[in-house]
Every structure is written in C-alpha cells, then in structure tokens.
C-alpha cells in the first residue's frame, strides 16, 4: 500500500527556535498534501492544504507565517513551525493525497515538544 | 458545511463481544465516509470507506460499517472484540468526488476488556 513518511518523528525544542517537520509520498505522486494537528485526547484539525508548486491554503485561524508550508515536489511537503512556544506542542499529522485517485494516506505523525 | 458526531468518547467491552461505535454525519452533499484507527503515538490507518454502490463496507480487521443515508449514520461494528483492537477511531466525511479534505469527528476511544 502507499506509505506516507514523516520525519522527524518526534522533536524537542526550546522556545523561539524554529522546526522543520518533512513529510513524503514514498511510492506515490502526491500533487496536494494536508497538515493537522492533534491536541492530547483530541480530534485532527486541518491547518492547511498543500499544493505542489503553489502557495498552502491556510484554515481559518492559522498563521500562515507561523506555520510555513513548502510542497516543493510530488512527493515532498515541509512544515516549519517558527519561533515555537510551548502552545504550539502537539502532534502535527500529515496527509497524502495520491494524484493518481488512488485516495488519501497518513503519515505517523510528529510529536513536537516545546520547552 | 459538514460535520461529524461520534456518540460516545469512550467505549468499553470485553473481549469477544460486540463492538459498535457511532458515528453520525452532516453533509449538504452526497458524502464520502471514512472510519480511520489510531494507536498511541502513531498516525491514522484506514479500517474502511463508503464512497458509493454498496451501502455495508467491509474493511480490514473484520472491521465493517453501513451507510444509512436515512439516518446520517455511518456506524462501525466487529461482531467480536479482540484485545488488539483497542485504540481510538476516528469517523471522517468528505465531499463526495471532491478532491476537498476529511472533516473529523472528535474520535472514541475503544478499551477491551479480557
């Protein structure tokens, strides 16, 4: 089945640094790729939609200059998440959709800790 | 605008039962419905779909789910609980033959009892 990778799996950060979160399609083309976040004991709520070779569409309440979205190929989205504060730990959750219609697939997701 | 409600943020059963978790949708559009597991610290995996044509789906784990568009429900039932099967899932609707993303239900976490 199609794999969708997250790396890294988990991060520690101290506060006012920046994180880079990668996500990728191993085996398949992925012209647009989703971002969620996952409180403890909570739901996925989507961040924003990631388009190869255009600008994120951002939900509402999300701060696009926070949380930098790059989809620079098929198979390669990033999530920066700038000058991170404790608030902003959470588990960040991709998504893959795979261009072929063959449906949507989850990457294992990435703890980010702030200190 | 769409929405999804799972009844119930936890369930519990013993092994062997049966377990039924809710999920019921909103849509002002033919939906596309999903129910997704989740163990600690990992992402989502698909248990199954119904996009259209047969309204029961069977999907991995002996997992399976009925549309009822009469009653906006999309409920998931295995007819016996193994002790593997605790985690938390995750109902999901899209609009149908979109390409739009999944809209969650806050999910409902599923313990077994031996």
């Known amino acids: 089945g199609a794999v969708v990778s997250q790396h890294p799996s988990w991060v520690i950060c101290k506060s006012g640094t920046s994180v880079k979160i990668e996500c990728r399609s191993l085996d398949f083309q992925a012209t647009t790729m989703f971002w969620y976040r996952q409180f403890p004991k909570q739901s996925l709520m989507l961040m924003a939609t990631?388009?190869?070779?255009?600008?994120?569409?951002?939900e509402q309440g999300v701060e696009k200059d926070k949380f930098l979205i790059n989809h620079a190929s098929l198979t390669l989205s990033t999530l920066t998440v700038t000058s991170a504060h404790p608030e902003d730990s959470s588990f960040y959750i991709c998504?893959?959709?795979?261009?072929?219609?063959?449906?949507?697939?989850f990457g294992p997701g990435t703890r980010l800790t702030v200190l | 605008a769409q929405s999804v409600t799972q009844l119930g943020s936890h369930v519990s059963v013993s092994e062997g039962a049966l377990v039924l978790l809710r999920c019921n949708y909103s849509?002002?559009?033919?939906?596309?419905l999903f129910w997704y597991v989740q163990y600690p610290n990992q992402g989502l995996q698909l248990l199954l779909k119904?996009?259209?044509?047969?309204?029961l789906v069977k999907g991995i784990n002996g997992f399976e789910a009925e549309f009822k568009k009469s009653e906006t429900s999309f409920h998931l039932t295995k007819p016996s609980a193994h002790m593997s099967d605790a985690a938390e899932y995750f109902c999901a609707v899209s609009r149908a033959g979109s390409q739009g993303n999944l809209i969650f239900g806050k999910g409902t976490k599923l313990s077994v009892k031996p």
């Open positions: 998504s893959a959709r795979d261009s072929s219609g063959g449906g949507q697939f």
């Open positions: 119904y996009t259209t044509g047969a309204t």
């Open positions: 849509s002002s559009v033919p939906p596309y």
């Open positions: 990631s388009n190869e070779g255009s600008k994120a569409t951002y």
